[in-house]
């Protein structure tokens, strides 16, 4: 798939589907069905137009684009939004973008879909505009329960990684690039390749889970604070490759959260600390491995 920013479009008839599309879930997903060419923003809009609304995101632009090219898009397109792009009419964003950038015949939206200045134009107003067909898509639901972006943020925050993967269509995963910690797993016989948790995405809430780690090997994985331990660090993503040996430091890390297995708690001594994290690879090894054992 090729990832455009708007600037550098080249001109061609396009099936447009449009919207922020942060986490690419399900809903997000029956949106872009058919179409050739995902349309989105970066950064998302809320942090120019009101920041201290801003969310945590799902996905970075780079996760967003690789789960867009999985279903099968020729073409992700991105406008880099700023004061000024938030400045721009509605009237002008489809007059502009859509029809004269882009060559949309098809334009895909979400039904809640709004955009221009001040939320200023709607479904209503694409469907109005007879140069190019619009679909508008309605809220998809999923075990009685609207698919949302930011429903699936507060199940990731909660840890709630199993249903979160279920509004997802996918489960939820975390890149970085893996750091130097206190090399303390090493010392109790699971070293660890850490990640330093992105400020501007979420992260699974204080725990342990089971995760596949880019996408081949099982993993037990901590997200938190290390509380047996008196290191003065922040949070940390700690994630332990069964039957792995290397150096990973300075490659990047893909971990997809398959489910949790506890809360993040502090053992008195250290041998109840290793005998928890025999148990924790065991499940691991259990939920995350695939093909299964």
Not at 39 to 50: E, K, N
Not at 277 to 290: G, N
Request: glycine residues 10%.
């Amino acid at each position: 798939m090729k990832l455009t920013w708007l600037p550098d479009v080249e001109p061609r008839p396009r099936r447009v589907a449009v919207g922020e599309f942060d986490g690419v879930h399900l809903g997000h997903r029956e949106v872009i069905r058919g179409s050739d060419t995902v349309l989105t923003f970066d950064p998302h809009p809320r942090s120019v137009v009101a920041p201290d609304a801003a969310p945590k995101l799902l996905t970075s632009l780079e996760v967003k684009a690789d789960l867009v090219a999985s279903l099968g898009v020729e073409e992700l397109v991105v406008i880099s939004f700023d004061e000024e792009f938030a400045a721009l009419e509605a009237r002008d964003f489809v007059d502009r973008v859509l029809v004269e950038r882009l060559g949309a015949t098809h334009v895909s939206v979400g039904e809640n879909f709004r955009f221009g200045h001040r939320a200023g134009g709607d479904t209503d107003l694409l469907a109005a505009d007879e140069r190019f067909e619009t679909r508008v898509v309605a809220l998809v639901e999923t075990d009685g329960e609207v698919v949302s972006s930011s429903h699936i943020r507060g199940l990731v925050l909660a840890g709630e990684v199993e249903r979160a993967a279920g509004f997802l269509g996918a489960p939820f995963q975390l890149r970085g690039e893996v750091v130097h910690g206190d090399k303390r797993g090493r010392e109790l016989g699971y070293p660890t390749a850490n990640l330093v948790p992105d400020p501007g995405v979420v992260c699974p809430g204080h725990g342990v889970y089971a995760c596949r780690a880019n996408e081949e090997r099982a993993a037990a994985v901590n997200v938190g604070v290390r509380p047996t331990f008196a290191t003065g660090r922040g949070v940390l993503i700690e994630a332990y490759l069964l039957d792995w040996s290397g150096d990973l430091y300075g490659q990047e890390l893909r971990l997809d959260f398959v489910k949790r297995l506890r809360g993040e708690r502090r053992f008195d001594r250290v041998a109840e600390l290793v005998e928890r994290m025999d148990r924790d690879v065991a499940e691991a090894r259990a939920f995350a491995t695939f093909p299964p054992p």
